[in-house]
Every structure is written in C-alpha cells, then in structure tokens.
C-alpha cells in the first residue's frame, strides 16, 4: 500500500486527478498507519493456516522483506549484495531503512505524498542513517535518476497504484544496473484462463469498489507482468502466488482499526482513510474468492 509519483509529471486529468487522489490518500492514511502498524506500509508473509496475534505482524512484515529477497536469489555473500537501491512508492521509508542496514547500502526512495517523504527522512536521521537513505517526492513512471544506477530496484506494492504498468516495469528496468535486480510485489487479479477474455462481471465490480477507496488504476494479472519483463529482455523472470501466505493480514488490520485507538485515530486521519477502512472486508472476500492475488515478481537485468 505504499506509493509513488509526482503531481507535476501527468499528461492527462485523469492521471493529474489520480495522483493527487493518491498523494492525498497516503498523506491522511500514514500517521494512521505508523500509529497502528509501525514503518512497514505492507502485508506480512506467515505460515500458511497461521494462527497469529498482534505481536507476530510486525516480525511478519519483516519477514515479507526476508522472503522477497530469497526469492529473488539475494543472499549473504557480501560480494553479492547490493550497494545501491531503489524504493519505488517507499511509503514511510520502512523497507528503505531496513535493507540499508541489512546490506550497508545507499537506498533512495520515492513517494508521491509530501507527508510521507518527510516522515521518511525525519526518521532515517532519528536513526543515525541520513547519510545512507533519503527520500523525495518523485514520479515512478518518470524517475529522477539516471539510467542504471542502482544494484537493486525494490517495488514494496506500489505497482498496483500505477496507471501505466508497460511504463511502470520500463522505468524500473532503465533504472536498474547492469546485472541488477529487479523485486515487485504487488496485487494482482487472477490469471485469465485460455478461453477467457476478462474477468467475470461480479469480479470486476468488486475490484472497481476497491479501486474507488484505494485510487487505484485498472488491475492486471501476474502473468500480464512477466510479458512485460520478457518483452524487455529481463532474465531469470521468476513468480509466485503468495496469496496464502498473506491471509492474515486483512483480517488483522481491521481488528486494529476497531480497538479504540485505532478508532480514535482513524477519526483523526479523515474521510479518505475511514473511506479505505470500510472496503478493507472486499480485500478479504476478493482473496477468499480468488479473484485478487497477492504476487512476488522478480528478474535481473542483463550484464
């Protein structure tokens, strides 16, 4: 749920329009988040049929991180790891933070809302790492950095607020190093069938309810992602379906926001916020039905 871009760089009203819906959504809905959830803006990854409290979300969130980078073949082996690293719609910096430790790295990171690019440097300087993470608001379709620089291209579920998904997986290649990799975790909807042209009516209907709350553009599928990685030539395409290992997660942000904190805060944050509160249940039921899925896609870029 984190996010990206920059209200000057649009074409059009409705791009103009989605941004600033985005921005402005983000900009009430952070604080919230933080208050609530902490400085990772994402699902958690858990065992499958995990039963799990409060407590064991913020660790699964970590661990969402851990797994995305398993996946993708990042290991130990200093020689391996990444120096530099892009986070595409960074949210609150939390990812930043987290693999500029991790790695000892110089991790940039780009959101659309203002209040989120300040939250993320204000904390990146309370924790002693100024000099290794910054944060800017900047557009993800047209980013602010020359081709090739950074050893890791980190998308933390932004994709699915980008309008322009061929743009979006294009300017995440150009930005990559030669040899770099490239990480997005997303929501999807499912994968079309062979004799299908769309989804069914009722699956698009509620997806569009969630695009509503969420400002979110037209969704695509898993499988729309890896023939745009392969039409630009990107190797080591891999993906999964991680929608089992995310269940929980829904369920407890709702549970969060009716503690009388989260209640309190969810009436300080505005009527964006309490609007995306009231279609969290469509979020269950679109990954109960099986018409969202919660995906890891990642490749690397030729040397």
């Not at 499958?48 to 969130?61: I, L, M, R, W």
């Not at 932004?158 to 322009?164: A, F, K, L, N, V």
């Not at 089992?244 to 904190?261: D, G, L, M, N, Q």
């Amino acid at each position: 749920m984190t996010t990206h871009g920059e209200t000057a760089a649009t074409s059009t009203p409705d791009a103009r329009a989605l941004q600033e819906g985005i921005a402005e959504f983000y900009d009430q809905s952070s604080g919230l988040w933080e208050d609530i959830w902490g400085d990772h803006m994402h699902h958690g990854f858990y065992d499958p049929d995990s039963n799990v409290s409060g407590s064991d979300h913020p660790a699964a969130q970590i661990r969402m991180i851990e797994e995305s980078l398993r996946f993708a073949g990042i290991t130990d082996d200093p020689a391996k790891q990444p120096k530099t690293i892009v986070d595409v719609g960074c949210g609150i910096g939390g990812s930043s933070r987290y693999l500029a430790r991790k790695f000892g790295a110089e991790c940039q990171g780009i959101t659309l809302s203002p209040v989120q690019a300040g939250r993320a440097n204000v904390l990146a300087k309370d924790e002693g790492l100024a000099d290794k993470v910054s944060f800017q608001v900047a557009d993800a379709l047209k980013q602010p950095f020359p081709d090739g620089q950074f050893d890791l291209v980190w998308s933390m579920e932004s994709g699915e607020h980008m309008p322009d998904k061929a743009k979006f997986v294009n300017e995440l290649a150009r930005v990559a190093a030669p040899g770099g990799t490239i990480i997005i975790v997303t929501w999807c909807h499912r994968d079309l069938g062979p004799s299908e042209e769309d989804l069914e009516p009722w699956e698009k209907k509620l997806l569009n309810r969630i695009c509503n709350a969420y400002y979110l553009p037209e969704w695509c599928s898993t499988s729309d992602y890896v023939k745009l990685l392969q039409s630009l030539s990107l190797q080591d395409i891999k993906a999964a379906d991680w929608s089992e290992r995310v269940a929980p997660f829904w369920p407890a942000v709702i549970r969060s926001a009716f503690t009388w904190k989260g209640f309190m805060s969810l009436l300080r944050s505005g009527l964006k916020a309490i609007k995306g509160a009231l279609v969290m249940p469509l979020m269950i039921q679109g990954y109960q039905k099986g018409v969202i899925k919660f995906a890891i896609i990642t490749c690397r870029k030729p040397e």
